[in-house]
């Protein structure tokens, strides 16, 4: 029991009475959940909690309380004020909310929309192709040689084993050179295949030789859907101790599984190439059908229902060439092969005209992007 | 060569019953290509043997018009009326006559029909609407002794099976009845009975012959003559024959040229009929003359060579060896009497000559593939006997041979040396075998070695490796086995064969299309590019035998290929472009290229020799080029697009310099074909050399007027091989420290004369920061950007204003301002002093 405050004066302390505090925390609970906005919200605040709010001017009453009011007022209208704050806290959450949302949802944008402002570029298909075909090989363990267009046609020809007069030569159209103040005779021409840069590896590398050579070619044909003065080839040579035939098929065959597709089969034919000896043909078996065409499937497009599809020329070094290129035939033999990367484009991509690939259209590379 | 299965299975009997399709399977599989195989004569349906027994010649139309009463049998029912436009036959002849309901070649059915007012019941056919040639002229006429009613297509033999075999030029034996059954009967181990027989018993030389001699022994060294006398010049070439001659293709002439041609296709041995009584003098086989002219049998005077090989009586040449005869001596259907001649020329001889006049005939296509050098005289033997018999004259006994010595090839092979090559095990038995099926007589040396002679018909075989082909290939490919690659120490691509794939990746990647334009052209580019008469890109090789006499000259330049693209996409709708492409270009040194040397191939080139081509062979640097038009942003729902600028023209060679790593400089230039206000040259100043290794910019408006493009078209083109070696000296990137304190940048504007380039300005603030405090001072300056250009009033009359952006930071501390203010100070004070640049504000240096 404590005695009698006479300090304070009843009517300055109504408002600490606990039915006020109740009706100003509820008078400031309504205001705030009525908010609708930040601006109403902060009106509510500054009413209810704000300096000049009843509440917090009646907490200046307090100390006006005797000593034994004075705990219990105080906790009634700390607990007021707390209760304001958090509801405040809670609808101003809610306010947030509410925007954040509305702003999300005003903010969508058409992700549809196209930004193209600058056209994509693109790599041509032979030159990729021709990249990724040599990437293969160097997988292998090859290294790529290379050797210059204009080519000497001892190196063209002679060193290849095409005897001067050999109807061979024929078999290529050639371009030639025109000597200098119009001589018939320059003894260059425009390389008919990359199989010069053969012989400029042998000279030039020590053996083993393994290596590859990707170019550009070049033969006097009149343009056609299946000809052009211009194309490109690639090659492979391996000249090694104990080389066979064997070791020849098995490259080929890991190429083909490469670039076309595992566990196509591949098969050789006889054909004539003068630099190789044997020389053969090589077909592999249609990646699209597998054969089947050709044992009664469905017809296939392909390879014509054929069930196999010639790719490449190859065969063993013809002695003859190592000889031109100082190598002793008798410890070394090698392997060559050579195929169009343009003949790879119409059977791995459908090229149907050749022409497409020196015409220049933006279309052509466009269609293959960056990767063949 | 075109060959009918029938032929070949007289030589080849293989077991009944044959397959065709097998047939052609097995030779290619032994490398006789088959590149079409045709079912002839399997169409001809209901042409039979009749007999012509009236002939009423109708009168009153444009052409002469017979309506003639034909029976196909005994009985009268047989007879019936047909209409026929020919006029070469006569009462009682026999004649091929397709019944109503008939197919011919071609799939055309015959009917009855009405023509020239009457009933048409069938028709009489010509050689050419059976396929037996192109002979339209008149009807066949057929043998007395054909059976009449008879089914003509079995008759005549027309239902055969043809292979189109493509014969590589190594087999030269191949282009033969003779040479494709040896082989089809190697290949299905069957007996060969050779067609060129023997010769006629007690065959010698005799003086009565038409006398032949060899002049000169490089160009022949087999020369035989033979005489024919006594044909009836109305003897004409019998059906079978002229069947087979169509089956492979060629026409029939006369009898004797017909009985030459028909030898030559089953033997291989090329031989020409002489009209005898049109000869003078002894015939003799020599190299042409200066100045000496033949007519040949198309008509065409040729101007002869003194390289080429011919036929000579004492009028002078009378015929192209093994090419084409000539037009005086030409055996017309009225000789009686005839000198055959047969002969082995030289084979790069008939070669060259073919070549030289544009001349391919069939003789000449077996010639210079090598022609069996025993042949002349068995082949001479049989042609006379058949023409005799045929043409109803005799053969004058004995032959007239000149001849040079051959020296035989003996080749000594290790008898296992096909099992090296082929790593497949066959032994010595299988190559001995292979060997002598080939025709070779192989004796087996002590040690396993083979002493191998190849039989005269195999010109073609005369090193080991050709041996080892033989058996190889006959034994077939399929036989060799799949042995996985060995893994070799490569060391995969160089430096400037990544370079090359980066700069291409990098150009595609900043929205370039990669293309592959045309590597010729012609004087006409230099013109068009605004070249200088003294500009080395004038300096282009010429070919010899271009496609287009337009286009005459290989590129100097990838630019007008590129330029010629780019109009081409325009044409095409594709006005906004940016290409590029990277490719060799060719130039010629001063005053031309020497003509490479021709060396033996039996030995390698020396390091002396090597270098003689490597001067012969005009420079071939790989270039790359861009060309950009019409914008290169495209306007859209964003807004604007932007027309492409000589600036990107710039970046695209910065983003390939930028990809070497090659430390360059930008300097303004004048070069063609670049306009000479806004053309950039970029030098590389490094290791010791200054190269220029190319421009870009805006074009040249008046070759932008030549290629037909849009204004202000622009271009790059570097010589990548260049970058290529100086990117190869460029040491590997060292790793940068990265400093963890703050960065303070410190922002300048200057005023400079308009025509100070801002790489010279810039140039010029790097090195004031660089001469504050040494070495430290370098390390300060982390970056440097231009942000601002401004041309006005307040930049000064003349002047241009830069604004730069200098960022710097130290690796162990913060900044002071004072620090900052120092650096700063130190390079304007250079830019000023280098390039007369007023500071116009300096804000302050803030972190
Ligand atoms: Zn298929």
Same mark, same amino acid.
């Given at each position: 029991?404590?005695?009698?405050?006479k300090?304070?004066?009843?009517?300055?302390v109504?408002?600490?009475?606990?039915?006020? *505090?109740q009706?100003?925390?509820?008078?400031?609970l309504?205001?705030?959940s009525?908010?609708?906005?930040?601006?109403?919200?902060k009106?509510?605040?500054?009413?209810?909690?704000?300096?000049?709010s009843?509440?917090?001017?009646?907490?200046a009453?307090?100390?006006?309380?005797p000593p034994?009011?004075?705990?219990?007022?105080?906790?009634? *209208?700390?607990?007021? @004020?707390?209760?304001?704050?958090?509801?405040?806290a809670?609808?101003?959450?809610?306010?947030?909310?509410?925007?954040?949302?509305?702003?999300?949802?005003?903010?969508?944008?058409?992700?549809?929309?196209?930004?193209?402002?600058?056209?994509?570029?693109?790599?041509?298909?032979?030159?990729?192709?021709?990249?990724?075909?040599a990437?293969v090989?160097?997988?292998m363990?090859y290294?790529?040689?290379?050797?210059?267009?204009?080519?000497?046609e001892?190196?063209?020809f002679?060193?290849?084993?095409?005897?001067?007069?050999?109807?061979a030569?024929?078999?290529?159209?050639?371009f030639?050179?025109?000597?200098?103040?119009?001589?018939?005779?320059?003894?260059? *021409?425009?390389?008919?295949?990359?199989?010069? *840069?053969q012989?400029?590896?042998?000279?030039?590398?020590?053996?083993?030789?393994y290596?590859?050579?990707?170019? @550009?070619c070049?033969?006097?044909?009149?343009?056609d859907?299946?000809h052009?003065?211009v194309?490109?080839?690639?090659?492979g040579?391996?000249?090694?101790?104990?080389?066979?035939?064997a070791?020849?098929?098995g490259?080929?065959?890991?190429?083909?599984?490469?670039?076309?597709g595992p566990?196509l089969?591949?098969?050789?034919?006889?054909?004539?190439?003068?630099f190789?000896?044997?020389?053969?043909?090589?077909s592999?078996?249609?990646?699209?059908?597998r054969?089947?065409?050709?044992?009664?499937?469905?017809?296939?497009?392909?390879?014509?229902?054929?069930?196999?599809?010639?790719i490449a020329?190859?065969?063993?070094?013809?002695?003859?060439?190592?000889?031109?290129?100082?190598?002793?035939?008798?410890?070394?033999?090698g392997?060559?092969?050579?195929?169009?990367?343009?003949?790879?484009?119409?059977?791995r991509n459908g090229?149907?005209?050749?022409?497409?690939?020196i015409d220049g259209?933006?279309?052509?590379?466009?269609?293959?992007?960056?990767e063949? | 060569?075109?060959?009918?299965?029938?032929?070949?299975l007289?030589?080849?009997?293989l077991?009944? %019953?044959?397959?065709?399709?097998?047939?052609?399977?097995?030779?290619?599989?032994?490398?006789?290509?088959?590149e079409?195989?045709?079912h002839?004569?399997?169409?001809?349906?209901?042409?039979?043997?009749?007999?012509v027994?009236?002939?009423?010649?109708l009168?009153?139309?444009?052409?002469?018009?017979?309506?003639?009463?034909?029976?196909t049998?005994?009985?009268?029912e047989?007879?019936?009326?047909?209409i026929c436009?020919?006029?070469?036959?006569a009462?009682?002849?026999?004649?091929p006559?397709?019944?109503?309901g008939?197919?011919?070649?071609?799939?055309?059915?015959?009917?009855?029909r009405?023509?020239?007012?009457?009933?048409?019941?069938?028709?009489?056919c010509?050689?050419?609407?059976?396929?037996?040639?192109?002979?339209?002229?008149?009807?066949?006429?057929l043998?007395?002794?054909?059976?009449?009613?008879?089914?003509?297509?079995?008759?005549?033999?027309?239902?055969?099976?043809v292979?189109?075999?493509?014969?590589?030029p190594?087999?030269?034996?191949?282009?033969?009845?003779r040479g494709l059954?040896r082989e089809?009967?190697?290949?299905?181990?069957?007996?060969?009975?050779?067609?060129?027989g023997e010769l006629?018993?007690?065959?010698?030389?005799?003086?009565?012959?038409?006398?032949?001699?060899?002049?000169?022994?490089?160009?022949c060294?087999?020369?035989?003559?033979?005489?024919?006398?006594?044909?009836?010049?109305?003897?004409?070439?019998?059906?079978?024959?002229?069947?087979?001659?169509?089956r492979?293709?060629?026409?029939?002439?006369?009898?004797?040229?017909?009985v030459t041609?028909?030898?030559?296709?089953?033997?291989?041995?090329?031989?020409?009929?002489?009209?005898? &009584?049109?000869?003078?003098?002894?015939?003799?086989?020599?190299?042409?003359?200066?100045?000496e002219?033949?007519?040949?049998?198309?008509?065409?005077?040729?101007?002869?060579?003194?390289?080429?090989?011919? +036929?000579?009586?004492?009028?002078?040449?009378?015929?192209?060896?093994?090419?084409?005869?000539?037009?005086?001596?030409?055996?017309?259907?009225?000789?009686?009497?005839?000198?055959?001649e047969?002969?082995?020329f030289?084979?790069?001889?008939?070669?060259?000559?073919?070549?030289?006049h544009?001349?391919f005939?069939?003789?000449?296509?077996?010639f210079?593939r090598?022609?069996d050098?025993?042949?002349?005289?068995?082949?001479?033997?049989?042609?006379?006997?058949?023409l005799?018999?045929?043409?109803?004259g005799?053969?004058?006994?004995?032959?007239?041979?000149a001849?040079?010595p051959?020296e %035989?090839v #003996? +080749?000594?092979?290790?008898?296992?040396?096909?099992?090296?090559?082929?790593?497949?095990s066959?032994?010595?038995?299988?190559?001995v075998r292979?060997?002598?099926?080939?025709g =070779?007589?192989?004796?087996?040396?002590a040690?396993?070695?083979?002493?191998?002679?190849?039989?005269?018909?195999?010109?073609?075989?005369?090193?080991?490796?050709d041996?080892?082909?033989?058996?190889?290939?006959?034994?077939?490919?399929?036989? +060799?086995?799949?042995?996985?690659?060995?893994?070799?120490?490569?060391?995969g691509?160089?430096a400037?064969?990544?370079?090359?794939?980066e700069?291409?990746?990098?150009?595609?990647?900043?929205?370039?299309?990669?293309?592959?334009?045309?590597?010729?052209?012609?004087?006409?580019? !230099?013109?068009?590019m605004?070249?200088?008469?003294? &500009?080395a890109?004038?300096?282009?090789?010429?070919?010899?035998?271009?496609i287009s006499? &337009?286009?005459p000259?290989?590129?100097?330049?990838?630019?007008?290929?590129?330029?010629?693209?780019?109009?081409?996409?325009?044409?095409?709708?594709?006005?906004?472009?940016?290409?590029?492409?990277?490719?060799?270009?060719?130039?010629e040194?001063?005053g031309? =290229?020497?003509?490479?040397?021709?060396?033996?191939?039996d030995?390698a080139?020396?390091?002396?020799?090597?270098?003689?081509?490597?001067?012969?062979?005009?420079?071939? %640097?790989?270039l790359?080029?861009c060309?950009? #038009?019409?914008k290169?942003e #495209?306007?859209?729902?964003?807004?604007?697009?932007?027309?492409?600028s000589l600036?990107?023209?710039?970046?695209?060679a910065?983003t390939?310099?930028?990809?070497?790593?090659?430390?360059?400089? /930008?300097?303004?230039?004048?070069a063609?074909?670049?306009?000479?206000?806004? =053309?950039?040259? !970029?030098?590389?100043?490094?290791?010791?050399?200054?190269?220029?290794?190319?421009?870009?910019?805006?074009?040249?408006?008046?070759?932008?007027?030549?290629?037909?493009?849009?204004?202000?078209?622009?271009?790059m083109e570097?010589?990548?091989?260049?970058?290529?070696?100086?990117?190869?000296?460029?040491?590997?990137?060292?790793?940068?420290?990265?400093?963890g304190?703050?960065v303070?940048?410190?922002?300048?504007?200057?005023? /400079?004369?308009?025509a100070? %380039?801002?790489a010279?300005?810039?140039?010029a603030?790097?090195?004031?920061?660089r001469?504050?405090?040494?070495?430290?001072?370098?390390?300060?300056?982390?970056?440097i950007?231009?942000?601002?250009?401004?041309?006005?009033?307040?930049?000064?009359?003349?002047?241009?204003s830069?604004?730069?952006?200098?960022?710097?930071?130290a690796?162990?501390?913060?900044l002071?301002?004072?620090?900052?203010?120092?650096?700063?100070?130190?390079?304007?004070?250079?830019?000023?002093?280098?390039t007369g640049?007023?500071?116009?504000?300096?804000?302050d240096?803030?972190?």
């Open positions: 029991m404590s005695a009698p405050n300090a304070y004066d009843p009517v300055r109504t408002a600490l009475a606990p039915a006020e *505090v009706r100003m925390l509820d008078a400031g309504a205001a705030i009525g908010a609708g906005s930040f601006d109403e919200l009106e509510a605040r500054l009413a209810h909690l704000g300096g000049r009843p509440l917090v001017l009646a907490s009453e307090i100390g006006a309380l034994e009011a004075k705990a219990e007022a105080g906790r009634r *209208v700390g607990e007021a @004020k707390r209760l304001l704050g958090e509801a405040h809670g609808r101003q959450r809610e306010l947030e909310a509410d925007r954040d949302q509305r702003v999300l949802v005003d903010e969508v944008a058409d992700v549809t929309l196209p930004w193209d402002r600058r056209a994509s570029g693109a790599r041509h298909p032979v030159a990729m192709l021709a990249d990724r075909l990437d090989f160097i997988g363990g290294e790529i040689a290379e050797g210059p267009e204009i080519e000497a001892w190196y063209n002679d060193a290849l084993n095409f005897p001067p007069d050999h109807p030569r024929e078999m290529q159209d050639t030639f050179v025109a000597g200098r103040d119009g001589a018939a005779h320059s003894g260059k *021409v425009l390389r008919t295949h990359t199989s010069p *840069v012989i400029r590896a042998m000279l030039s590398r020590p053996l083993p030789v290596v590859v050579s990707p170019g @550009k070049f033969r006097a044909d009149a343009l859907a299946t052009s003065p194309f490109h080839q690639i090659e040579l391996a000249v090694d101790e104990g080389l066979t035939m070791d020849l098929r490259a080929i065959s890991a190429f083909v599984e490469a670039m076309f566990g089969r591949t098969r050789l034919r006889p054909d004539f190439f003068p190789t000896e044997p020389s053969a043909d090589v592999m078996e249609c990646h699209v059908c054969g089947a065409s050709a044992r009664g499937g469905s017809p296939c497009r392909v390879c014509k229902s054929q069930g196999w599809i010639e020329g190859c065969g063993m070094v013809n002695p003859r060439v190592l000889a031109a290129c100082g190598i002793d035939a008798d410890r070394y033999s392997f060559a092969f050579g195929l169009g990367i343009e003949r790879s484009l119409m059977i090229l149907a005209d050749i022409r497409d690939t259209d933006v279309r052509f590379s466009r269609a293959f992007g960056a063949a | 060569m075109l060959v009918p299965l029938s032929w070949l007289e030589y080849a009997p077991p009944e %019953p044959v397959d065709p399709a097998e047939v052609g399977r097995r030779l290619t599989g032994i490398g006789l290509e088959i079409a195989v045709e002839v004569g399997a169409q001809i349906r209901g042409v039979v043997v009749a007999r027994l009236e002939i009423e010649e009168t009153g139309h444009k052409k002469p018009i017979r309506y003639c009463l034909v029976i049998g005994e009985r009268p047989e007879q019936r009326w047909v436009g020919a006029t070469n036959f009462v009682g002849d026999l004649v006559l397709a019944l109503p008939a197919t011919l070649p071609g799939g055309i059915s015959i009917g009855s009405k023509a020239y007012g009457k009933l048409s019941d069938g028709m009489i010509s050689a050419a609407e059976l396929a037996l040639g192109d002979d339209h002229s008149g009807i066949l006429v043998p007395a002794d054909a059976p009449l009613g008879a089914d003509f297509a079995e008759y005549a033999g027309l239902r055969d099976v292979y189109d075999v493509n014969v590589t190594d087999k030269g034996h191949a282009l033969s009845v059954a089809l009967a190697s290949a299905f181990a069957v007996p060969f009975a050779d067609p060129a006629p018993a007690g065959d010698k030389p005799d003086p009565r012959v038409y006398q032949a001699s060899i002049g000169d022994p490089s160009a060294d087999r020369f035989a003559l033979r005489e024919v006398s006594g044909i009836d010049p109305a003897a004409v070439t019998p059906l079978s024959i002229r069947v087979r001659l169509a492979c293709g060629m026409r029939s002439v006369s009898l004797a040229v017909d041609n028909y030898l030559m296709l089953e033997l291989g041995q090329p031989m020409h009929a002489f009209d005898r &009584d049109r000869l003078q003098g002894p015939i003799a086989v020599r190299r042409g003359r200066e100045g002219k033949l007519e040949t049998l198309d008509h065409v005077v040729r101007q002869l060579d003194p390289d080429d090989i011919v +036929i000579t009586d004492s009028s002078g040449p009378i015929s192209m060896a093994g090419t084409m005869g000539g037009l005086a001596t030409e055996v017309s259907s009225a000789a009686v009497n005839v000198v055959i047969a002969a082995h030289s084979a790069p001889g008939i070669a060259r000559m073919s070549r030289r544009r001349l005939s069939e003789a000449s296509a077996r210079e090598g022609v050098y025993e042949l002349p005289l068995r082949a001479s033997a049989k042609a006379a006997a058949l005799a018999s045929l043409g109803g005799s053969v004058v006994a004995g032959y007239s041979l001849s040079a051959i %035989p #003996t +080749i000594e092979i290790a008898g296992d040396l096909p099992d090296r090559v082929a790593g497949v066959y032994g010595a038995d299988t190559v292979r060997l002598r099926e080939a =070779c007589s192989v004796a087996v040396d040690g396993d070695r083979l002493v191998v002679r190849p039989p005269s018909w195999r010109p073609d075989l005369t090193d080991p490796s041996l080892a082909e033989e058996v190889i290939r006959i034994e077939g490919y399929d036989k +060799i086995g799949i042995a996985m690659p060995r893994a070799v120490a490569g060391h691509r160089t400037a064969q990544r370079l090359r794939i700069v291409a990746q990098a150009l595609a990647g900043s929205g370039f299309v990669e293309v592959i334009s045309s590597p010729f052209g012609s004087q006409d580019d !230099f013109g068009k605004q070249l200088p008469a003294d &500009d890109r004038r300096r282009a090789v010429r070919l010899a035998n271009p006499g &337009d286009e000259l290989m590129r100097t330049s990838l630019l007008p290929g590129l330029l010629r693209v780019a109009w081409r996409n325009a044409g095409r709708g594709f006005p906004d472009l940016a290409l590029f492409e990277i490719g060799q270009v060719f130039l040194a001063e031309g =290229c020497g003509a490479a040397p021709v060396l033996p191939v030995h080139p020396g390091k002396a020799e090597v270098k003689r081509f490597d001067a012969a062979l005009p420079a071939q %640097p790989r790359v080029g060309v950009l #038009t019409g290169i #495209t306007s859209g729902w964003w807004g604007e697009g932007r027309q492409v600036y990107d023209a710039i970046e695209a910065r390939v310099l930028g990809a070497s790593r090659v430390p360059y400089e /930008v300097l303004a230039s004048q063609e074909p670049w306009h000479p206000g806004r =053309c950039a040259t !970029f030098v590389v100043s490094a290791f010791g050399e200054e190269v220029v290794v190319g421009h870009a910019g805006e074009l040249h408006p008046r070759v932008i007027g030549a290629f037909r493009l849009a204004p202000r078209t622009c271009a570097l010589d990548l091989s260049a970058i290529e070696r100086l990117a190869g000296l460029v040491p590997p990137v060292q790793a940068p420290f990265i400093s304190y703050p303070a940048t410190s922002d300048v504007a200057l005023a /400079v004369p308009s100070v %380039p801002a010279r300005v810039q140039e603030l790097v090195a004031g920061v001469s504050v405090a040494g070495s430290h001072g370098a390390a300060l300056l982390e970056g950007r231009l942000f601002d250009v401004y041309r006005g009033e307040q930049a000064g009359a003349g002047n241009k830069l604004a730069y952006t200098l960022r710097f930071r690796p162990d501390r913060t002071t301002d004072e620090e900052v203010a120092i650096a700063r100070d130190a390079a304007v004070a250079e830019a000023a002093r280098r640049a007023v500071l116009r504000s300096a804000p240096a803030s972190a």
